[in-house]
């Protein structure tokens, strides 16, 4: 990030607390400031008195005023305290197996199950409450949440966590609300709850580089966003940078990323199942499968302001030669491919991206922007 003087930081120094932050210090909870995490099934929890489990705040200082993250442990044969709020929540399931309800004030509940790998968001200001499903091993959940633009607007705590009102048209107790199905439209499934999301069939996304498959989320019938990619044995994505926020989670596979603001150098981040990375607010960031199975993740996030294209595509998807934020194969910095066959190299594998650079520049010649 760039940097400027200390006169001019301290003139600013009074803006960087915000009401969120004091909420969660009030929940005696700490709140971790990086945008990587190398295992989120390993990382440190406190007690959380409130709700009963135990909890620790993922809250990058790039996208700390648009949305956060938290990981929360719910004990061996124990429950959360219910909750209801005026914001969105999407979870993921870490670890475990349990179940939900959900409920509205006029009384209509629905009750389901989920287990490790599971994707599914509460319904704006319904109550709910998770159980365990063992009595003899937690289970830990993570959630993305839009909280801090809710408590910082309101500022008063009372209101965001109380206030007595069923948006009928999110959730009005439908039985079969939280049933592992949905309607599918191009690349977006509007759903409420994913069984599982390592084995969920994925669309083809050519464009994002090296035959890799795609899925988007509308959970919930919320605003905030989300989406599954996977990509091949020997193959990687292509670079794009987008607005603040979005909490990439790894599904499977193993490899790296490259994440790095504009005119900067690389930073080199490793992954497995289990690790997130959180890229600041329009720095580029790259994924790289240097491992022997498909690598696949998910990405949580709320897109406060679109940056789309006026046919309505997102500019991470288009080519910086456009006017886009993605960059070509043909474009990228020398030493990535060097990077990424070395790192095959080691586990005795090889680039399967030769298809992938061919078909690019097949493209960019038949639309008379190659180099």
């Not at 999110?170 to 949905?182: K, L, S, V």
């Not at 599982?196 to 050519?206: E, F, Q, V, W």
């Not at 095959?344 to 922007?369: C, F, P, R, T, V």
């Amino acid at each position: 990030m760039p940097k400027v003087s200390e006169e001019l930081a301290k003139r600013f120094a009074t803006e960087k607390g915000s009401k969120y932050q004091d909420w969660v210090r009030n929940e005696g909870l700490d709140i971790i400031a990086g945008h990587y995490v190398p295992n989120l099934h390993h990382v440190d929890v406190k007690p959380w008195p409130r709700r009963g489990g135990a909890g620790v705040y993922i809250n990058h200082e790039a996208s700390r005023h648009s949305n956060d993250c938290y990981v929360c442990d719910i004990p061996a044969g124990g429950k959360l305290a219910p909750q209801r709020q005026l914001y969105e929540e999407m979870i993921y399931v870490l670890d475990g197996h349990g179940s939900t309800s959900v409920w509205n004030d006029a009384g209509q509940r629905v009750t389901f199950e989920w287990n490790a790998g599971s994707l599914f968001a509460i319904p704006l200001n319904c109550w709910h409450q998770h159980f365990n499903g063992s009595g003899l091993e937690k289970a830990r959940y993570l959630a993305v949440t839009n909280a801090p633009m809710v408590i910082n607007l309101y500022e008063e705590v009372d209101f965001v966590f109380n206030t007595p009102y069923d948006f009928t048209s999110r959730f009005h107790g439908e039985p079969e609300y939280f049933a592992n199905e949905g309607t599918q439209s191009g690349f977006l499934l509007e759903t409420n709850f994913v069984a599982d999301t390592r084995s969920l069939p994925l669309i083809n996304a050519k464009e994002r580089g090296a035959g890799g498959g795609h899925i988007r989320f509308n959970l919930a019938k919320g605003s905030m966003n989300s989406h599954i990619s996977e990509f091949p044995v020997g193959t990687y994505k292509k670079a794009h940078l987008h607005g603040p926020g979005a909490h990439v989670i790894i599904l499977d596979g193993s490899g790296f990323s490259f994440m790095w603001p504009e005119n900067s150098p690389l930073n080199r981040y490793d992954w497995q199942e289990g690790s997130m990375i959180v890229p600041p607010d329009r720095w580029y960031h790259q994924h790289f499968n240097t491992g022997v199975t498909p690598a696949r993740y998910l990405a949580l996030k709320y897109e406060g302001t679109s940056i789309r294209n006026e046919q309505g595509v997102p500019k991470a998807w288009i080519s910086k030669r456009i006017g886009g934020d993605q960059i070509d194969y043909a474009d990228e910095d020398e030493m990535v491919r060097r990077v990424f066959e070395e790192e095959l190299a080691k586990n005795g594998l090889g680039s399967q991206m030769k298809s992938a650079y061919e078909a690019e520049l097949a493209a960019l010649e038949a639309s008379g922007s190659a180099a």
